[in-house]
């Protein structure tokens, strides 16, 4: 079976094992805080857990219409922020759900796609628990 | 400092490029083609950094009409995208793009080495 990453760029960040361990990559949030401190990690995670569940739920509502195209944008714009915040399972779903040819079964992977997301959230909130506010 | 515009509909994209750059350059973002090549003449940018997958008019077309002017017809342009197959390298660059960053940025170094590299083709 061919696999879903072999014509992607070898140089790209986007090269995503589908070997998987946890829901989340600790080095890719680490990354962030080095980029710009925690309040950059904590600034995007917030941005990242609100608008991903938006943009699944529009390509649900994209399928329910028929509308391919918009599937596939939506999976390619979640495709890198989910990259950038390690939720590489998530990230790798949208790449094939944007690129594979033939198509995927949208609905079963959109399925996939919340189940993922929702691990992630959940490993996030042990990984990288929400410090209660003063 | 030299100025960089960035073209990047995504907000997320957008702050942590901020968070790479701030410190070394003057930036300006702008969420949409038609506000970006608006702006080229107001903030005189040295290098832009653009995204592909713009909701309208996306980045190779924006790109067409920053080279269709004879003032910014020389003016470096990164193309920044999660388009990351095997031939999208070559394709953007094709396309006149001046290098080619994909996203998400994991090592910050290539993205500042690329903009380093095509500020020294232009005159501080």
Not at chain 1, 100 to 122: N, T, V, W
Request: include cysteine.
């Amino acid at each position: 079976m061919k696999d879903a990453n072999s014509n992607l760029d070898s140089s790209s960040p986007m090269m995503i094992t589908t070997a998987y361990g946890e829901a989340g990559d600790r080095n890719a949030l680490e990354r962030l805080e080095r980029f710009g401190g925690l309040k950059l990690r904590e600034e995007l995670t917030r941005l990242f857990l609100q608008e991903a569940p938006t943009r699944i739920a529009s390509a649900h509502a994209a399928y329910a219409a028929g509308d391919t195209a918009q599937i596939r944008a939506m999976a390619h714009a979640l495709k890198s922020s989910a990259g950038q915040m390690g939720a590489a399972r998530v990230a790798s779903l949208c790449e094939q759900i944007e690129t594979q040819d033939p198509p995927p079964d949208f609905a079963k992977a959109l399925c996939e796609l919340d189940e993922e997301f929702s691990r992630y959230r959940s490993w996030l909130q042990t990984a990288f628990p929400t410090p209660p506010s003063p | 400092m030299r100025r960089i515009l960035i073209v990047e509909d995504n907000a997320d994209n957008r702050m942590l490029l901020r968070a790479v750059l701030d410190d070394s350059y003057a930036v300006t973002e702008y969420t949409n083609g038609p506000d970006g090549l608006a702006a080229l003449a107001v903030d005189d940018p040295e290098i832009v950094l653009l995204d592909i997958s713009l909701p309208g008019m996306d980045g190779v077309e924006v790109l067409r009409h920053i080279r269709a002017n004879p003032l910014w017809r020389h003016l470096p342009v990164i193309a920044f995208t999660a388009h990351a197959m095997s031939n999208d390298r070559e394709k953007y660059l094709a396309h006149g793009f001046d290098d080619y960053i994909t996203k998400p940025i994991v090592d910050e170094t290539i993205l500042l080495g690329s903009i380093a590299r095509l500020l020294d083709r232009v005159p501080a």
